[in-house]
C-alpha cells in the first residue's frame, strides 16, 4: 500500500509555472506508475500525465503536451509535474495517483489516490 501527499498548488498569472510534487510512502514506490489527474468544478476528473513505474515511458493528455513535464526521483519517493505556459482552463484540483500497471489514462486503472492541490491560473 502507498499514502500520497501533494503539494505546490497555489494561484498564478496566465503564462505562469508551477511545480507540483507527490511524495509516497512505502518502500516500493520505484515500482508504481504513478499519475496526474485534475478537476475542475462542474467537471470530471481528467487524465494529464503518466509515468512508468520504470522511468523513461511517459504519457501526456493533449491538452498539456509541450507545456507540462512529469517526472520522477526514486530515491525520494515523489514525483512532479512541471506545469509551464499555464492557462486559466488549466485552474482544477490535482490529484496524485499511483498504480502497478501501465501508464493509463483512465482514472479507474488507479489503486491510490492523494487529497489533491488546488492550481488556480488567473486571467
Known amino acids: 500500500q502507498v499514502q500520497l501527499v501533494e503539494s505546490g498548488g497555489g494561484l498564478v498569472q496566465t503564462g505562469g509555472s508551477l511545480r507540483l510534487s507527490c511524495a509516497a510512502s512505502g518502500r516500493t514506490f520505484s515500482r508504481y506508475t504513478m499519475g496526474w489527474f485534475r478537476q475542475a468544478p462542474g467537471k470530471e476528473r481528467e487524465f494529464v500525465a503518466a509515468?512508468?513505474?520504470?522511468?523513461?515511458?511517459?504519457n501526456y493528455a493533449d491538452s498539456v503536451k509541450g507545456r507540462f513535464t512529469i517526472s520522477r526521483d526514486n530515491a525520494k519517493n515523489t514525483v512532479y509535474l512541471q506545469m509551464n505556459s499555464l492557462k486559466p482552463a488549466d485552474t482544477a484540483v490535482y490529484y496524485c495517483?499511483?498504480?502497478?500497471?501501465?501508464?493509463?489514462?483512465?482514472?479507474?486503472?488507479?489503486?491510490?489516490w492523494g487529497q489533491g492541490t488546488q492550481v488556480t491560473v488567473s486571467s
Open positions: 495517483a499511483a498504480n502497478t500497471g501501465t501508464t493509463s489514462l483512465s482514472q479507474y486503472d488507479y489503486n491510490y
Open positions: 509515468i512508468h513505474w520504470s522511468g523513461p515511458i511517459t
